[in-house]
């Protein structure tokens, strides 16, 4: 009926007035007045009804500095706290199941303390910039040399994140948790490998072991395990030097990403109702 999808599509708007808490309390409250108008066939006491809610201001809260810090605190913690738990992890991380298991360990920390409230899409700033800034730092304390070198490479491995978790988001949205996952962890290797030759490009080698780029994809694994499968590159000179200039930056890439995807997918998605789409509401409106 025209009527019931006006009615909904007026409940969407009202709800959308109302703070995200009270949204869904408020709404199954309407609809239930609603669907008694419509069941006793008064469409037009229906529309006036849902008119009013569109229209009327919501009632305001008044300011409480307890409910307000803890609606500030998830944000804090996620933004201030756990990165820096993140980095500690990875700073201890010394071997490579170290480092996949401080990866694990941060993406289970991840999905428990997620920000429930917030859009997954929202996330990706949250969940990026911090880590960005923190090895930055971490760089910064080293000297000019290492930050010059190391930043870039953060730059580029934290950007791809930021658009590995985007696409990981919609998927996630969509119901689709696995592909999110899949898509998530290969995007968190792929910029990590690619940014282990950006700090390597500044390394100036000896002119006994000319480096060989052709092989520079598996620079990412030699830095985590000491190895290269038995492939004649790197050899175990280069592999030394790989591990002498990247000491963290790879466990602080796979950590951080396990952190992100962890938090992206223990965030709760909107559903269709507080996306604002009025065709499901008003299947529920006769």
């Known amino acids: 009926m025209v009527t019931g999808r006006l009615a909904a599509l007026l409940l969407v708007l009202a709800a959308r007035r109302w703070p995200a808490d009270l949204r869904e309390e408020m709404r199954h409250e309407w609809v239930a007045e609603v ?14 009804f849902a008119l009013s809610l569109a229209a009327t201001r919501p009632a305001v809260r008044p300011f409480s500095p307890a409910a307000a810090a803890a609606r500030a605190w998830p944000v ?3 933004v201030l706290l756990l990165p820096l738990a993140t980095t500690a992890v990875a700073l201890l991380s010394f071997s490579s199941p170290a480092a996949v298991g401080g990866a694990v360990l941060m993406t289970v920390v991840g999905r428990r303390y997620a ?21 930055g730092a971490l ?24 658009g590995t978790l985007a696409v990981a988001a919609r998927l996630a949205g969509r119901g689709r948790v696995g592909w999110a996952w899949v898509v998530g962890v290969l995007g968190v290797i792929l910029f990590a490998d690619a940014a282990v030759p950006v700090v390597m490009y500044g390394t100036i080698p000896s002119a006994d072991t000319p480096w060989h780029w052709g092989y520079s994809p598996m620079w990412l694994l030699s830095s985590l395990t000491g190895s290269s499968l038995g492939l004649p590159y790197p050899n175990p000179e280069e592999i030394f030097t790989i591990q002498d200039e990247v000491p963290i930056d790879p466990t602080m890439y796979l950590t951080f990403g396990g952190f992100a995807l962890g938090t992206l997918t223990g965030t709760r998605r909107p559903g269709p109702d507080s996306q604002g789409r009025p065709m499901a509401l008003a299947a529920q409106v006769p």
């Not at 669907?35 to 006036?48: C, D, E, K, N, S």
């Not at 997954?120 to 911090?130: D, K, M, R, Y």
């Not at 910064?140 to 070198?149: E, N």
């Open 35 to 48: 669907r008694l108008l419509a069941g006793q066939r008064r469409r037009w006491q229906m529309l006036r």
């Open 76 to 78: 804090v913690r996620l």
């Open 115 to 135: 920000v429930r409230h917030l859009r997954s899409l929202a996330l990706v700033p949250a969940l990026t910039i911090p880590g960005c800034a923190l090895c």
């Open 139 to 162: 760089y910064r304390l080293d000297g000019t040399d290492q930050y010059g070198r190391h930043t870039p490479a953060a730059l580029l491995f934290f950007a791809g994140l930021a």
